[in-house]
């Protein structure tokens, strides 16, 4: 062979090489911007100027200043075991997640919903969080209206307010709402989570369920509270599709999903994941969003959309990583997606 072919052939081969192991990170679209070198599981503040999240799995608050990029811890000013979510309430203060005690020999447990508890730490952060009295399955819903909560315990989803009794947050009027068994066919029996309050009137609850065959098949909901109905909105038996956060419209939920590798089974379906857009009207329409896990080594994962539906926070992490880990979070304008979209 020549040597000026083979040397083509060469460079050919290696860059092919390359571009499939290059960081959805080096070649991110105009539309999205870094926002921290770290952390996972963002929260818009109903301003939008500011975005809660926590620095890893059973670690400290943080709040970011989208403007700036300046962060300040939130949890830094008392002894804790760490947290999993953090949420902003109506009025500012915060809904953390977390176990009263912490084994490093054996982590998870304190992941567990035997284990992990809801709290409220107030905004000015002069004092440590107040406990509720509940356990909490993963992440709880809160209302961006008024002070009203809903979280998943065993196979029941349950729905309180929280009062501020002689300025000490309290949970009150808590009753359950469902359990696992009310659920529609394929969804009945499945494991819960609690996502959003639907906004509008919030008289729905989103929430997804998890389960089937493989049993990593997921299908987002919704529960009616008013008429006690539930509506499958996701509508795919060969996909996990897990939801997010909802548009502040209602009309739409962003949503985790492998759509783009349906194929994959059991463990596999949390290592293919990427952001989608479904419609919040039974249709089952999506439409992709994110594109990171086009290189099979990356994921983009745990999506909020801020109050005025203009941008959307995400986090990044690598295929394998643990569900829920992410290693930094990333802003996107969804305006400018909205006109780019089809140029991909």
């Given at each position: ?216 098949q997921a299908e987002v909901l919704g529960y009616d509270m008013e008429k006690k109905e539930f509506v499958n909105y996701s ?110």
């Amino acid at each position: 062979m020549k040597k000026p072919l083979f040397l083509f052939l060469f460079f050919f081969a290696y860059g092919i090489l390359f571009a499939q192991e290059k960081s959805p990170l080096d070649d991110l679209p105009d539309y999205i911007t870094p926002l921290t070198h770290f952390g996972q599981r963002a929260d818009w503040s109903h301003d939008g100027e500011r975005v809660l999240f926590i620095e890893k799995t059973f670690g400290d608050v943080f709040e970011v200043e989208v403007a700036t990029g300046t962060i300040r811890p939130m949890t830094h000013h008392f002894f804790h075991e760490g947290f999993v979510r953090a949420l902003y309430l109506s009025n500012g203060d915060i809904l953390l997640s977390g176990a009263k005690n912490f084994n490093s020999e054996d982590p998870w447990k304190s992941r567990d919903a035997r284990n992990t508890e809801l709290w409220v730490l107030k905004k000015d952060l002069n004092s440590p969080p107040t406990p509720l009295g509940v356990h909490c399955k993963e992440g709880p819903a809160v209302s961006r209206k008024e002070l009203k909560i809903a979280w998943a315990l065993g196979s029941t989803i349950y729905k309180g307010e929280i009062d501020y009794e002689n300025g000490k947050p309290k949970l009150k009027n808590w009753k359950p709402l469902f359990t696992s068994g009310d659920l529609p066919s394929p969804a009945k029996g499945w494991d819960l989570e609690t996502q959003n309050f639907r906004p509008g009137n919030e008289n729905e609850l989103i929430f997804y369920a998890f389960g089937g065959q493989f049993g990593f098949q997921a299908e987002v909901l919704g529960y009616d509270m008013e008429k006690k109905e539930f509506v499958n909105y996701s509508i795919s038996e060969k996909t996990y599709d897990e939801a997010e956060g909802t548009f502040p419209d209602g009309l739409s939920i962003l949503v985790e999903s492998n759509r783009h590798r349906p194929s994959h089974k059991g463990m596999k379906e949390f290592l293919t994941l990427d952001i989608y857009k479904l419609k919040l009207d039974a249709s089952g329409e999506m439409e992709r969003i994110t594109y990171f896990n086009d290189n099979p080594e990356y994921k983009a994962s745990n999506p909020v959309v801020s109050d005025d539906g203009r941008y959307m926070v995400f986090q990044h992490a690598h295929a394998e990583d643990p569900a829920g880990k992410g290693r930094g979070l990333l802003l996107l304008d969804l305006k400018a997606w909205e006109k780019k979209k089809g140029k991909r």
